[in-house]
């Protein structure tokens, strides 16, 4: 005979499993005060490391965090504002690291958590939801663009930037940067702790260069079919710096980009994209159309400054 599920008792170990998946993760989350601004922080490890935001810190040089009564001075030890992320090293205390997931792992429809303690209180804010994409893309939002990311449909308010999103067994798996478009955008916890590993060692990241002004056009269809080439935009070069990697590879003004080492380039955000740092003194290949026909250049990427190193 089949044993009836009382619907009430599924309901209060639900609810007593997420209460105590809360006061669990919160032993790992942090204020964080700088001015006017305020978020929250996530702590990496046992010596006080802690990651948020960069836009939450709103170019201090030193901030305030917190657990409830308790209050530290944190130096800012590195940011990446391309990704969005500061690195931060609190001193005087004890503190309890988050566990870390895996953010390739994700899936569409995982429920997870997100949490906040902007004001320092004795217990943080959170709320649910579930993964809505795993490689979502945001464009033009504070003058970047942020690729790969995780969605979700669990709302962040303010103050919820630099916090954690975490699944069902606590595990971190991604750090809340904004709520657009009735979605909350997080950053994959995999490129966070590299690039908060890269920050604890002191590595400056770079930025590779090319040395042109460019927008995102449309090629005209016969110009495509003629080109043999399956894609309606690409990037024209409207201006190319002197003495620039761009100008030593030969492009000119009325050049259009359509490919970066054979990947398409279909908009001007992907330029930045496909510069990652691994590509600064690496020979590259253009794909541009040129008075209506394919050429390719080989181009050299450097830093703004003109090293490789």
Same mark, same amino acid.
């Given at each position: 005979?089949?044993?009836? +599920?009382?619907?009430?008792?599924?309901?209060?170990?639900?609810?007593? !499993?997420?209460?105590?998946?809360? *006061?669990?993760?919160?032993?790992?989350?942090?204020?964080?005060?700088?001015?006017?601004?305020?978020?929250?922080?996530?702590?990496?490890?046992?010596?006080?490391?802690?990651?948020?935001?960069?836009?939450?810190?709103?170019?201090?040089?030193? +901030?305030?965090?917190?657990?409830?009564?308790?209050?530290?001075?944190?130096?800012?030890?590195?940011?990446?504002?391309?990704? @969005?992320?500061?690195?931060? *090293?609190? %001193?005087?205390?004890?503190?309890?690291?988050?566990?870390?997931?895996?953010? %390739?792992? #994700?899936?569409?429809?995982?429920?997870?958590?997100?949490? !906040?303690? $902007?004001?320092?209180?004795?217990? $943080?804010?959170?709320?649910?939801?579930?993964?809505?994409?795993?490689?979502?893309?945001?464009?033009?939002?504070?003058?970047?663009?942020?690729?790969?990311?995780?969605?979700?449909? !669990?709302?962040?308010?303010?103050?919820?930037?630099?916090?954690?999103?975490?699944?069902? @067994?606590?595990?971190?798996?991604?750090?809340?940067?904004?709520?657009?478009?009735?979605?909350?955008?997080?950053?994959?916890?995999?490129?966070?702790?590299?690039?908060?590993?890269?920050?604890?060692?002191?590595? +400056?990241?770079?930025?590779?260069?090319?040395?042109?002004?460019?927008?995102?056009?449309?090629? $005209?269809?016969?110009?495509?079919?003629?080109?043999? #080439?399956?894609?309606?935009?690409?990037?024209?070069?409207?201006? +190319?710096?002197?003495?620039?990697?761009?100008?030593?590879?030969?492009?000119?003004?009325?050049?259009?980009?359509?490919?970066?080492?054979?990947? $398409?380039?279909? @908009?001007?955000?992907?330029?930045?994209?496909?510069?990652?740092?691994?590509?600064?003194?690496?020979? !590259?290949?253009?794909?541009?159309?040129?008075?209506?026909?394919?050429?390719?250049?080989?181009?050299?990427?450097?830093?703004?400054?003109?090293?490789?190193?």
């Amino acid at each position: 005979m089949t044993q009836l +599920v009382n619907p009430i008792e599924v309901l209060k170990s639900l609810s007593e !499993a997420t209460s105590q998946l809360i *006061k669990k993760t919160s032993q790992s989350v942090v204020s964080v005060r700088a001015q006017m601004s305020r978020g929250t922080g996530v702590i990496l490890s046992k010596d006080g490391y802690i990651v948020t935001c960069n836009h939450v810190l709103a170019g201090c040089n030193t +901030v305030k965090v917190g657990q409830g009564e308790k209050t530290f001075t944190a130096k800012i030890v590195g940011t990446d504002p391309h990704n @969005d992320i500061a690195l931060l *090293k609190a %001193e005087g205390g004890e503190f309890t690291p988050i566990e870390m997931g895996d953010s %390739e792992k #994700l899936s569409v429809g995982q429920y997870v958590f997100a949490l !906040a303690n $902007p004001f320092n209180r004795a217990q $943080p804010t959170a709320t649910t939801g579930i993964v809505t994409s795993v490689n979502s893309t945001i464009r033009g939002w504070r003058g970047t663009q942020m690729e790969n990311i995780i969605a979700t449909d !669990a709302q962040l308010n303010p103050g919820f930037s630099g916090g954690p999103l975490v699944d069902v @067994d606590g595990r971190i798996i991604g750090i809340n940067t904004a709520y657009v478009w009735q979605r909350g955008i997080a950053i994959p916890i995999n490129r966070v702790k590299a690039i908060a590993d890269r920050l604890m060692t002191g590595r +400056v990241l770079k930025k590779a260069y090319l040395g042109i002004i460019a927008n995102t056009v449309a090629i $005209p269809q016969e110009i495509a079919e003629q080109a043999d #080439l399956d894609q309606e935009t690409g990037v024209m070069i409207f201006s +190319v710096e002197a003495g620039s990697p761009a100008r030593k590879a030969g492009l000119a003004m009325g050049d259009v980009i359509v490919k970066f080492n054979d990947k $398409p380039v279909t @908009d001007f955000y992907d330029i930045p994209r496909l510069l990652a740092e691994d590509t600064i003194g690496k020979e !590259a290949k253009l794909t541009i159309i040129r008075r209506e026909k394919l050429y390719e250049a080989t181009i050299v990427p450097t830093t703004h400054g003109g090293e490789n190193d």
